[in-house]
């Protein structure tokens, strides 16, 4: 892994974009969905999280973050351990999700395959960390954020789309409150 793809320094902001093994879209389900967005609360009020970006997809999350407590990495792991361990829950809970098997067949499959100690694994391993040291990265990352709705073809405008913090920036109601002091 190069450089550029870690946490270099722990007092930054950072770009993360993270998703499930073999891009599953398991967040087509509100329960799922509401997993993300109450742990990305949670961290923000618990655990020192500002959280100036997010967007949740079908099969992955883009978020821009800083750690107050100057140790983005363990707060990523924390974040990613306690996601994937209750996404995981609610699938097998779910009597209604028709592709619970297969789900979790895959899940297995890529625990075996990458030699975790879980039973599934649940998030690819990497979260490609870019710092936000510029106003121009920030810019082309806030962009890029709010735009991959609209790129997958899911909505027409950004603000459209629920799970995403271009609807904070528009002043409408969001799913989840946002940290804008002192970022833009």
């Not at 799922?32 to 999350?61: G, Q, W």
């Not at 994937?84 to 979790?104: D, F």
């Not at 990265?137 to 899911?154: A, C, M, R, T, W």
């Amino acid at each position: 892994m190069s450089r550029k793809y870690k946490f270099q320094n722990p007092e930054g902001a950072y770009f993360v974009s993270f998703a499930t093994i073999n891009w599953i879209d398991v967040f087509t389900r509100e329960k799922y969905m509401n997993v993300i967005t109450d742990s990305i609360i949670y961290c923000r009020l618990e655990k020192c999280m500002d959280c100036f970006a997010y967007c949740i997809m079908p099969s992955h999350v883009h978020m821009m973050f800083r750690d107050q407590n100057s140790n983005p990495q363990s707060l990523l792991k924390d974040f990613k351990r306690h996601t994937a361990r209750s996404v995981i829950e609610a699938i097998k809970n779910n009597v209604q999700e028709s592709r619970k098997e297969w789900m979790l067949w895959m899940m297995q499959r890529a625990a075996k395959k990458n030699g975790n100690m879980a039973e599934h694994q649940f998030w690819q391993h990497h979260n490609k960390p870019i710092e936000l040291w510029s106003p121009k990265v920030i810019k082309q990352k806030l962009d890029y954020i709010h735009d991959n709705p609209v790129e997958s073809g899911f909505v027409t405008r950004p603000v459209d789309w629920k799970y995403s913090s271009a609807r904070n920036y528009a002043e409408m109601p969001a799913e989840i409150e946002i940290d804008l002091v002192g970022f833009m």
